[in-house]
């Protein structure tokens, strides 16, 4: 768990849309990897029951 610390300013706005800028940034390309993964195994179980059924 982390303390907080009294002596850490708040964020100023600029820093704070900074931090929501990266934080969406981050977030797009978990979902792009996320979709790419769901994909990929759709693609590996096509292959495998096709492959299995002949």
Known sequence: M???D???KPMSP??????QARQKHR??????LLFFLVVLFYLITFVKINGSAS
């Open 27 to 32: 977030a797009a390309i978990m979902a792009g």
């Open 6 to 8: 009294p002596d850490t």
């Open 2 to 4: 982390s303390k907080i």
């Open 14 to 19: 600029e820093e704070q849309k900074a931090y």
